[in-house]
């Protein structure tokens, strides 16, 4: 298996635009999570979502951020607008499961908004 | 809502000493506790983990210890190595939130040759 696959693996944006990040997770797990990693911050889970539905999204920071799993094989997140404050590495895990069990995380992408 | 602290934020060793890391979480219906470790620019990975029905866990050099009376588990690196240097983060599954992981804030650990 290829492991949980992330696109783009760096983004640079002027502030303002819209962005969006991409993910696979791994065939078989059916619980997403979208992590956000800042020094400041830590490790930040924004939402997590179970056989495609959003379970939690009490991490999302405001309105500007979104995402969507249409399908097991595919999430996005979405930044409109985005900020310079949005810039940090993205992570993207899976797991199997309905309860503790490992999670699987993806290279992260690297977003700078300037 | 589970809050998980670890402490310390930052620990240096030396080559071949013993590196102990502590955390503390706030649910007690939490059941499932992770180790992760993340090297400089890397994703984090699982290097251990204990569930509440066990006391402690054991693998080679790394050992994970779990008090569910006082909320508190810690992880223990013997005979340390350079290779061993990354952040460390500990996590706490809240049963009532299906998979969902709490993170600590981290440790970084520096083992000096």
């Known amino acids: 298996d290829a492991g949980v696959i992330q696109s783009p693996r760096h983004e640079v944006t002027e502030m303002g635009q819209e962005v969006t990040l991409r993910c696979k997770p791994i065939?078989?797990?059916?619980?997403l999570f979208w992590y956000r990693q800042t020094m400041m911050r830590g490790l930040e889970l924004l939402i997590y979502?179970?056989?495609?539905?959003?379970?939690?999204d009490s991490g999302m920071p405001e309105d500007r951020f979104s995402a969507k799993m249409p399908n097991a094989s595919f999430s996005t997140l979405k930044i409109q607008p985005s900020e310079p404050r949005d810039s940090a590495v993205y992570f993207c895990?899976?797991?199997?499961?309905?309860?503790?069990?490992?999670?699987?995380f993806g290279p992260g992408t690297r977003l700078t908004v300037t | 809502g589970e809050n998980v602290e670890q402490h310390p934020s930052t620990l240096s060793v030396q080559e071949g000493d013993s590196a102990v890391i502590k955390c503390t979480y706030s649910?007690?219906?939490?059941?499932?506790f992770p180790w992760y470790k993340q090297e400089l620019g890397k994703r984090p990975q699982l290097i251990i983990d204990?569930?509440?029905?066990?006391g402690e866990k054991k693998d080679q050099r790394i050992a994970v210890t779990l008090n569910k009376t006082a909320k508190h588990f810690s992880l223990h690196i013997t005979e340390t190595q350079p290779e061993d240097s990354a952040v460390y983060f500990c996590a706490a599954n809240p049963v009532e939130y299906g998979n969902k992981l709490v993170f600590g804030a981290g440790t970084i650990l520096r083992v000096k040759s």
């Open positions: 895990a899976s797991s199997i499961g309905l309860t503790g069990g490992e999670q699987y």
């Open positions: 065939s078989g797990h059916n619980s």
């Open positions: 204990i569930r509440s029905n066990v």
């Open positions: 979502f179970n056989n495609n539905v959003p379970i939690d």
């Open positions: 649910d007690s219906a939490s059941n499932y």
